[in-house]
Nanobody, 127 residues
C-alpha cells in the first residue's frame, strides 16, 4: 500500500510563496507520474500540475501557469510544488497523487487516472 505524505502548507500573504513536498512511504516516487490537485469546500477537486517519471514532461492548469512549478527529485524520493505570486483564490487543500499506469507522455489532469492520494495540506492565502 502506497501512502503519500504532503507537507509545506500554511498561511501566506498575497504575493508570497510556499513550497509543498510529497513523499511516498512504502514505495519509490520514480515509479509514478505525479500530480498535484486542490479542492475547496463545495467544489470538485481540480488539477493543478503533473510531472512524468523523469520530469521531462510537465503539465499545468491555466490558472497557475507561470506561477507554480512542479518538480521531482527521485534521489530524494520527493515531488515538489513551488508556488509563487500566490493569490487568495489559490486557497485550498492541496493533494499529492500518483499515477501508476500513465497512458500518455503528458501527465493526466483527470483525478480518475491517479491511484494513490495523500491526505492533503491546507494552503491559505490572505488578502
Amino acid at each position: 500500500q502506497v501512502q503519500l505524505v504532503e507537507s509545506g502548507g500554511g498561511l501566506v500573504e498575497t504575493g508570497g510563496s510556499l513550497r509543498l513536498s510529497c513523499a511516498p512511504s512504502g514505495s519509490t516516487v520514480s515509479r509514478y507520474y505525479m500530480g498535484w490537485f486542490r479542492q475547496t469546500p463545495g467544489k470538485e477537486r481540480e488539477f493543478v500540475a503533473g510531472i512524468s517519471w523523469s520530469g521531462g514532461n510537465t503539465r499545468y492548469a491555466d490558472s497557475v501557469k507561470g506561477r507554480f512549478t512542479i518538480s521531482r527529485d527521485n534521489a530524494k524520493n520527493t515531488v515538489y510544488l513551488q508556488m509563487n505570486s500566490l493569490k487568495p483564490e489559490d486557497t485550498a487543500v492541496y493533494y499529492c497523487a500518483a499515477d501508476s499506469d500513465p497512458l500518455y507522455s503528458n501527465p493526466s489532469s483527470l483525478t480518475k487516472r491517479y491511484d494513490y492520494w495523500g491526505q492533503g495540506t491546507q494552503v491559505t492565502v490572505s488578502s
